[in-house]
């Protein structure tokens, strides 16, 4: 009975001591397809970190890509902030043969359009060498025709829609609808035109001569501003500082933009670089959450009749 109990003993020591040594080699093995796993990830993410980026695409020449796309305003992927970042940079990169700022917006803040204008022509003189050109995708209206203008040249495609040079504030009137309902207005101010505007108060010819003043003032700001990146090259046609739009094709004929092609185009036949490094500054998760609070709140504020706008 002994010897039998002896060898039961060792075949169940045999097979827990085997057991022992196969959870090891399980755990040794996860370890090490842990750590692989880890090292995969860590080459992915740096592979698409913008410093792997730079030093594999911009290792030669190319041509720099910024986009100014959407309502240009403080809060929007389209501010100046991050438009002007984006040109710096592409400016500043010594691989960068030419630019190219692509355009697919209706416009927006004349503030906003005229920090874009200015840092774009201080941008031109400061590297004389390197062209930036304007490509114009679905739509450059109004502030986005404003900042376009800047450029050395201004291409589009055929269908884009060009133009629609002009200021305008958008504005309701309630009075009469406040009088059937019998709603009473009740506003307390310090200063008589402080609620200038006000769409529940009649309208005073006074402050509207003052606001189409200030209309004109930046409308001329704005026509100015085209003439001097336009220069001799337009072709002054009836409306063209109206407001009126037209499409890519009509645009060469009046010398709003001078050629149709795409970006791709300009990049290879224009600039003779057709590797495409894009500058666009991309905001984070956070970043565009944050920015869609605020682009709700400028939009608020321009219904509201407080911001113009070159739309």
């Known amino acids: 009975m002994s010897e039998g109990n002896n060898w039961e003993k060792d075949v169940i020591t045999s097979i827990a001591t085997e057991g ?163 709603i009473e207005r009740r506003t307390l101010t310090a200063g008589k035109n402080k609620a200038l505007l006000d769409p529940f108060g009649p309208e005073d010819p006074g402050v509207i001569k003052h606001m189409k003043g200030l209309l004109e003032n930046v409308h001329s700001q704005f026509i100015n501003a085209v003439k001097q990146g336009r220069g001799d090259r337009l072709k002054e046609v009836d409306g063209m500082f109206e407001g009126l739009i037209w499409t890519g094709d009509q645009s060469v004929e009046i010398g709003l933009i001078d050629e149709l092609g795409s970006s791709s185009y300009v990049a290879r036949e224009v600039i003779g670089e057709e590797n495409i490094v894009k500058f666009t500054v991309e905001p984070d998760f956070l970043e565009r959450f944050s920015n869609k609070i605020g682009a709700q709140v400028s939009s608020l504020l321009v219904e509201k009749e407080l911001l113009p706008q070159l739309r």
């Not at 959870?23 to 996860?30: C, H, P, Y």
């Not at 450029?151 to 305008?168: C, F, H, L, P, T």
């Open 20 to 182: 022992l040594k196969e959870q090891k080699r399980t755990r040794r093995w996860g370890i090490f397809f842990k750590t692989l796993t880890f090292l995969y990830l860590f080459v992915v993410l740096a592979m698409l970190s913008p410093g792997w980026q730079g030093s594999s695409s911009k290792s030669k020449k190319h041509t720099a890509l910024v986009d100014l796309k959407g309502v240009i305003s403080q809060e929007s992927e389209a501010s100046a902030d991050n438009v002007v970042t984006g040109l710096r940079a592409a400016f500043k990169d010594p691989d960068t043969a030419g630019v190219i700022l692509r355009v697919n917006s209706p416009g927006g803040s004349p503030v906003q359009s005229g920090y874009i204008y200015d840092e774009i022509l201080r941008l031109r003189e400061k590297h004389p060498d390197t062209p930036l050109y304007a490509v114009i995708s679905d739509i450059c209206a109004s502030g986005g025709y404003y900042v376009a203008s800047a450029a050395e040249k201004i291409y589009a495609d055929q269908a884009s829609i060009v133009g629609s040079i002009g200021v305008r504030m958008d504005n309701f009137g309630f009075v009469e609808a406040m009088k059937k309902l019998g």
